[in-house]
């Protein structure tokens, strides 16, 4: 199983609606990332938590929030879903500032 | 503020031959640096660090970066390229002296390697 595990992998939804889209892991790291990934832009912070009571904002945090449910879930919503939303979502955990970070295989959100 | 450069979009090397891959950063304080990896279809993969000590960083699949501070630098190398080196590498850095930062990446350098 992997160590970090990011569902759904695949999802189209329309504009405007709410989605949800999960974390967890099982490698028992306190911090937990949200990124999000276009081409030719790299990755980009959208939130991170570094306890379940640590929330903070990354550089592109307008449109989405976050819900640290435990130690292992982090999950990220679009409240209201936009095209320009469309990207490759990635979760990550790390053990502390100095030590690498672990990534999910990916969501692959598409909004039409 | 910490940030990453990576110059090259594309990267093409023969197969055989020796491969380098630029990233330059900026960051207030003394940085920690990464290199991911990501293959199609896949996550990103770990495959180095510096964070202090031996500025010749040695990583997974033959992979080493030099960290050069002066040039503010951490070229990802590799002696010999194999085909299966194609991917798309990403370099990362946290400044070192703001503990509550998250990574912050480069953009991606896509190397490709021809047989």
């Known amino acids: 199983d992997a160590d970090v595990t990011q569902t759904p992998r695949n999802r189209i939804t329309k504009t405007g609606k709410r989605i949800m889209l999960e974390c967890s892991q099982t490698?028992?790291?306190?911090?937990m990332y949200w990124y999000r990934q276009d081409p030719g832009l790299g990755l980009r912070l959208i939130y991170y938590?570094?306890?379940?009571?640590?929330?903070n904002k990354g550089e592109i945090s307008d449109g989405y929030s976050v819900s640290r449910q435990a130690q292992a879930k982090f999950s990220l919503s679009l409240e209201s879903a936009i095209p320009n939303q469309t990207a490759l979502y990635f979760c990550?955990?790390?053990?502390?500032?100095?030590?690498?970070?672990?990534f999910g295989q990916g969501t692959r959100l598409t909004v039409v | 503020a910490q940030s990453v450069a990576q110059p090259e979009d594309q990267v093409n090397v023969a197969e055989g031959n020796p491969l380098t891959v630029k990233c330059t950063y900026s960051?207030?304080?003394?940085?920690?640096l990464f290199w991911y990896v990501q293959y199609p279809n896949r996550g990103l993969q770990f495959l180095l660090k510096y964070i202090t000590g031996d500025n010749l960083v040695k990583g997974s699949y033959g992979f080493e970066a030099e960290f050069n501070k002066s040039q503010t630098s951490f070229h990802l190398k590799k002696p010999s390229a194999l085909v299966s080196d194609s991917a798309l590498y990403f370099c990362?850095?946290?400044?070192?002296?703001?503990?509550?930062?998250?990574?912050?990446f480069g953009s991606g350098t896509r190397l490709q390697v021809q047989p």
């Open positions: 490698k028992g790291h306190d911090r």
């Open positions: 990550a955990t790390s053990d502390t500032g100095y030590t690498e970070a672990f």
């Open positions: 960051v207030s304080g003394n940085p920690y």
């Open positions: 990362a850095v946290r400044d070192m002296d703001t503990g509550r930062r998250a990574l912050t």
């Open positions: 938590s570094f306890d379940v009571k640590d929330i």
